[in-house]
Structures are given as structure tokens and as C-alpha cells.
């Protein structure tokens, strides 16, 4: 296999990724300059919520095929006596994308998990600027942290096209660990979103967040 083709788009991906980075600086150019780029910014994060409503949506069909197929192993298994590797590695594979393409969905609707201690206590301003914090602190430093390190195993999968090390097994755990950066770029494209939304209401483009948005925060942060 040829990997040269492979390069070029690897190559050709890192520059896109390059040239889109001055875009994580928006957040922070809405809040110095009020007014200016906030319609640009709602409508940048308008599309990144519906892309990872699209990615939810993924996420959710394999969940679907993670329940039918640990369905299939176990009945396999515990009725027949039988067992196939490539049966078990879409199990582990859907489980891997239902996790990693559905993680920006559950940002986008404040279903992760925090331990938020100070947060609560903040008025509406100091959320808003914690929100910014996090992502600028934690959540964008992290996503290209794996970005980075997962770069150079993932050229080589792609240019090797590679597959399961058992003979009867899936040949595709190329695409496999592909949703690895898959998962830090679309919660840095998220995190993005929810910068974008809290800057804009820092400045009074956006409305505060609402009792029943706040609520569902605290029930689904469990802090």
C-alpha cells in the first residue's frame, strides 16, 4: 500500500486544522468588542451544535447496534456454544462510537458530568466567565494534547490500512482509532460553541441562561 496518498491527506488535514485555529480566539474577541462579530459567532454556533447533533445522531445507532450485537454474543454463547471474534469487535466498536461521537452532543446539552464546587455560587457573569475558563484552561489544551499524540499511530493504521490481529476478526481498526482525534475535534468544535454562547452573553447578545437550563446543569452535574 501506497503511503504516500495517505500522507498527503494527513498533511493536507493538519493545515486545515492550522488555519481554523485563529477561530478559538473568537470567544474572546466577542467579548472585547461587543457587537462586532456577533452574528458570525451565533451562526458558527448554530452549525457546530447541529454538527454534533448530526454526531449524537451517530452515536445513537451504535448504541443500537451495541445492544443487538451483545444480544447476538450472548446467544450465541450461552445457547449454541458459539463464538466469533468479529461478533465481539463490533460490540467493542460500537460501545467506542456510541462514547466518543456522542460526547460533543452531550456537552452541547449540559449531560456531562461536573464537579462543580464554586460555580453554583457565581452570579450569572461569573458562569459565564468560568465556562470561558474551562474550555480555555482544561477543555481545548487536553483535546489537542491528544490530537498530537495520536497523530503518528494513526498515519501509519490508515497507511497500513490496518485490521484485527485475530483472523477472523473486523478489518477496520483503522477507522477504529480514527475516533480518537475524531472525539477532541468535535469537543473542541463544541467547547467552541459553548465559549461562543457564554461570551455572548457576557455582552448581553444572548438572553442568560434560564431557571430550567440552570436546573438541568445541576441535575445533570450531580454538583
Known amino acids: 500500500m501506497d503511503t504516500t496518498v495517505f500522507l498527503q491527506i494527513g498533511t493536507g488535514l493538519k493545515w486545515a486544522g492550522i488555519a481554523l485555529l485563529p477561530l478559538f480566539a ?3 474577541i466577542v467579548v472585547a468588542l461587543p457587537g462586532v ?32 450485537a451483545q444480544l ?8 449454541f456454544g458459539l463464538s466469533f471474534t468479529w ?12 462514547f466518543m461521537l456522542g460526547s460533543a452532543g452531550a456537552l452541547r446539552d449540559s449531560a456531562h458530568v461536573r464537579v462543580d464546587i464554586l460555580r453554583p455560587r457565581f452570579g450569572e457573569t461569573g458562569r459565564d466567565w468560568i465556562e470561558l475558563a474551562g474550555a480555555y484552561l482544561f477543555l481545548f489544551p487536553i483535546c489537542m494534547r491528544i490530537i498530537t499524540t495520536s497523530e503518528a499511530g494513526l498515519a501509519r493504521s490508515w497507511s497500513l490500512l490496518e485490521g484485527s490481529r485475530e483472523s477472523d476478526g ?5 477507522l477504529f482509532k480514527t475516533l480518537v482525534p475524531a472525539l477532541a475535534v468535535l469537543l473542541m468544535a463544541q467547547g467552541l460553541s459553548e465559549s ?3 461570551a455572548l452573553r457576557l455582552t448581553g447578545a444572548l438572553p442568560p441562561e434560564t431557571p430550567e437550563q440552570l436546573n438541568a446543569e445541576a441535575g445533570g452535574h450531580g454538583a
Open 196 to 198: 461562543l454562547k457564554a
Open 170 to 174: 473486523l478489518p477496520i481498526l483503522f
Open 87 to 98: 461478533l465481539s469487535e463490533i460490540v467493542m466498536y460500537a460501545f467506542a462510537a456510541m
Open 37 to 68: 462579530l456577533d452574528g458570525f459567532a451565533k451562526r458558527l454556533s448554530a452549525f457546530i451544535d447541529r454538527l454534533s447533533g448530526a454526531a449524537l445522531g451517530a452515536a445513537m445507532v451504535s448504541g443500537l447496534i451495541l445492544l443487538f
Open 72 to 79: 447476538a454474543v450472548v446467544v450465541l454463547r450461552y445457547a
Open 26 to 28: 473568537l470567544p474572546l
